[in-house]
């Protein structure tokens, strides 16, 4: 099945620099790769996905690329504030796992700390 | 309602009850999934809901787990003899069309904090 690994586990910038996460997936099936943030007590809410058509997908100052050749993706955030603090989850998703509905398989998190 | 909403937010029980926990999905939305969050861990897929298809219990950890879902909306999640290990967030999501072409994002509840004493 799909394996979804994700590093660091802990990252704490300053406000203003840039912060960049990475994961890298198993199955090379895989098609839908979705960003989540999760804020204390909350539960996580998407802030950028791709999909494997493209490259890489900008809104603002979130982007997140993807190399289909080496099975990683990665998020970055520039201008780093401190509201942007919270824990971020990478996931995967493949038609081969999970049945026809493809599951989202997801990394175990990264708690990204924006220092004042 | 906006989101989904689930409930309750918080559940303390002690080791060997039952207990259930609710999901109201976003309306409109035919796929809907539980997933079981560990402390500082990611989420753990347990069992996904499409339409009147049958459910993919795939991820379901044990036969005490179970879940339904009732006139293709609600869903309840049912934990027959808690055990310690059972402590985690469940969170619920729906998304309005499953995978394939359209890998429509699933949107999430705030979950319901497990607590087995």
């Known amino acids: 099945g799909e394996n979804v690994e994700q590093h660091p586990s802990t990252l704490s910038v300053q406000e203003g620099d840039s912060a960049v996460i990475k994961c890298t997936y198993s199955?090379?099936?895989?098609?839908?790769f979705p960003w989540y943030k999760q804020e204390l007590g909350k539960g996580p809410q998407l802030i950028i996905d791709?999909?494997?058509?493209?490259g890489e997908k900008k809104d603002q100052r979130i982007a997140v690329t993807l190399n289909k050749t080496a099975k990683h993706f990665s998020l970055h955030i520039t201008e780093t504030q401190p509201e942007d603090s919270a824990v971020y989850f990478c996931a995967a998703r493949s038609v081969n796992y999970g049945g026809s509905q493809g599951n989202l398989i997801f990394g175990k998190g990264t708690k990204l700390s924006v220092k004042p | 309602g906006a989101g989904v909403s689930q409930s309750p937010s918080n559940k303390v029980t002690e080791k060997g009850k039952d207990v259930e926990l609710r999901c109201d999905p976003i309306?409109?939305?035919?796929?809907l999934y539980w997933y079981r969050q560990s402390l500082g861990q990611g989420l753990e897929f347990l069992i996904y809901f499409q339409g009147n298809s049958a459910p993919d219990k795939s991820g379901l950890p044990s036969d005490r787990f179970s879940a339904e879902r009732t006139g293709g909306s609600v869903s309840t999640l049912t934990i027959q003899r808690t055990q310690q290990e059972d402590s985690a967030v469940y969170l619920c999501?729906?998304?309005?069309?499953?995978?394939?072409?359209?890998?429509?994002?699933?949107?999430f509840g705030d979950g319901t904090r497990l607590s087995i004493l």
């Open positions: 309306s409109g939305h035919t796929a």
């Open positions: 791709i999909r494997s058509n493209v």
């Open positions: 199955d090379s099936a895989s098609n839908y």
């Open positions: 999501a729906s998304s309005p069309v499953m995978g394939g072409a359209s890998n429509q994002p699933q949107h």
